[in-house]
C-alpha cells in the first residue's frame, strides 16, 4: 500500500470508530426516548383540587389544580404546559358529571400554564413532580354562578376535563409531546378555604 | 496451493473489514445529521453531512481498493451503501430490538418510508465515490505490489521485443535471395 493511502486507512478507521461511538449513543437515546414516549401514559393525574374562596359570589375566587407526574424512563424530561378545562358539577342535576350536555352547562374555563422550553418543570428519571394549574373566577360573571353550586353539606366537586401536559426531553431537542391523561372528578366534595 | 488461498482470504477478509468500517461511518454520520435530535454530537449542516460523508467515504473505499480491480471496488461500493442502510435500519429498529416497542404497522410503514429515503440518498453516492476513489488511487496512489507488476509487465514486453527483433535478424540473415542474373548477350 502507497504511504499516503496508509494515512488515509489510519484516518478512514478512526473516522469508522468515531462513527460507531455516535451510531451506538443515538441508538441508546432513541430507545430511551422511546421508553418515556411510550410508558408516559399513565405517569400523570390530577391529585387535588383546592379551592381558595371565600364563598362571598362578590368576592373573587381561585381554583387550584394539582397535578402528579412521575418520568417512568431513564432520562429526564420537562413538562412545558399542562392544560385543562374546570367545570362544577351541580349535584342538583341527578345527571352523571361525564354527561356533555352537563359539563356544557357547568364549565367554568380553562386553566393551565405553559412555559417556554428550559423554564418547565423538569422531571428526573423516576422521579415524581407536582405541577400546579389555577382558575381565577371574578365576581358578577357567569364562571362565578357556576361555580358556586355546593351541596346539600356545602361541598363542592369540581370536575377537571381534558387534562394534557405537553413535555419534552432535557438533553434532546426533539418536537414536544401532548399527553392527555384521565379526567378527574371530585367525588368527595372539596371545601373552601380562604 | 493452501498459501495462495490463505493469501486470497485474507485479500478479501481485509475487502469485507474496509466494507464494514465503511457503512459504520455512512451510517453514524447520517444517523447525527438526519436524526440529529437523538445524536451525541452537533454536525454542522445536516444536508452537506448526507451528501458529503457518503462521498468521502466510497472515495477513500475506493483509495484502499487500488490493488484490486475497478469492478471489485464498485461492488464494494455497493456492499458498503447496503450495509449502511441495514445500519440505519438497525438505528430505526433499536426501540424494538431493546423490547421497548412493538413492531406495528404504522412504525413498519415509517422504517420502510426511511430505509428508501436512505437508499435513495445513499447508494448513488457511495459507488461514485468508491470507482473516483480507486481511478485516482491508480493514477496517484499505486502501491508497491501495483508498481513491481507494473515493472515486470514492462519488463517482459522489452523482452518479447528484443526476442522478436532478434528472429526478425536472423531470419534476413538465413535467407539469401538469389543475385540478379546479368541479361544474356546474343551470338552472331
Known sequence: ?194 | MAKGRLSGLRRWALVLVWIVLGALTIAGFFIAAFFGAFSPIEVGDPGAVILLVPILTGFLLGILLTDEEIVVAAGAGVLTAVLSIAFVGLFLMSPVLAGVARATQPFAAFLSSRIVLSTIVLFPLVVVGSVIGRGIGDLFLPSPRVKQQLEEIREETRRWHEALDRLEHRSRDEVQLPEPKPPEQRKG
Open chain 1, 1 to 194: 500500500m502507497h504511504v499516503i493511502a496508509r494515512v488515509l486507512a489510519a484516518a478512514y478507521v478512526a473516522l469508522a470508530v468515531f462513527a460507531a461511538f455516535v451510531f451506538v449513543q443515538a441508538s441508546v437515546n432513541l430507545v430511551n426516548v422511546t421508553e418515556v414516549t411510550l410508558r408516559m401514559e399513565d405517569s400523570a393525574a390530577v391529585t387535588a383540587v383546592e379551592i381558595v374562596w371565600s364563598e362571598n359570589v362578590s368576592e373573587a375566587a381561585e381554583v387550584r389544580v394539582f397535578v402528579n407526574v412521575t418520568n417512568p424512563g431513564r432520562v429526564a424530561i420537562e413538562v412545558i404546559a399542562l392544560e385543562f378545562v374546570l367545570h362544577m358539577n351541580d349535584t342538583s342535576d341527578p345527571r352523571p358529571w361525564y354527561n356533555e350536555e352537563k359539563r356544557d352547562a357547568t364549565e367554568i374555563g380553562s386553566g393551565g400554564f405553559s412555559e417556554r422550553r428550559g423554564q418547565g418543570t423538569v422531571v428526573p428519571p423516576g422521579e415524581t413532580r407536582s405541577l400546579e394549574g389555577a382558575v381565577s373566577v371574578v365576581p358578577n360573571t357567569v364562571r362565578m354562578t357556576r361555580l358556586a353550586k355546593p351541596d346539600a353539606d356545602g361541598r363542592y366537586h369540581p370536575v377537571v376535563w381534558d387534562p394534557w401536559i405537553a413535555y419534552t426531553f432535557v438533553d434532546f431537542d426533539v418536537t414536544s409531546t401532548r399527553m392527555y391523561f384521565a379526567p378527574f372528578h371530585e367525588q368527595e366534595g372539596v371545601l373552601p378555604s380562604g
